[in-house]
Nanobody, 122 residues
Framework: QEQLVESGGGLVQPGGSLRLSCAAS????????IGWFRQAPGKERERVSC????????YYADSVKGRFTISRDIVENTVFLEMNSLKNEDTAEYYC???????????????WGQGTRVTVSS
């Protein structure tokens, strides 16, 4: 069964760090781009980062550039999102999903995981 499972969310103080994981099963990361998205209550879903199928290119939203880093481990078939200098506005449910490439529109991303909640609060 093909699926993505997110983990690693939690409660962290402003300025803190978290590392999210997106574990893929039933398919290889080498065949798909993986995007990280987030959705805060009352707001639209936002793509925050993406890594291409070969790991050669990455994308970051302006709101997280310089603070978040996407990476992947092919052996573990897992994509990570390292989040540093977290801000209150980073609070959201975080999801990963796959697409053919990072240039795909959000509607082309599928196989959404169940999400992991990140809360940034003092």
């Amino acid at each position: 069964q093909e699926q993505l499972v997110e983990s690693g969310g939690g409660l962290v103080q402003p300025g803190g760090s978290l590392r999210l994981s997106c574990a893929a099963s039933g398919f290889s990361l080498e065949n798909f781009a993986i995007g990280w998205f987030r959705q805060a209550p009352g707001k639209e879903r936002e793509r925050v980062s993406c890594v291409s199928h070969n790991g050669g290119s990455t994308y970051y939203a302006d709101s997280v550039k310089g603070r978040f880093t996407i990476s992947r481990d092919i052996v573990e078939n897992t994509v990570f999102l390292e989040m540093n200098s977290l801000k209150n506005e980073d609070t959201a449910e975080y999801y990963c999903a796959r697409a053919g490439n990072c240039d795909s529109g959000n509607a082309h991303f599928g196989f959404w995981g169940q999400g992991t909640r990140v809360t940034v609060s003092s």
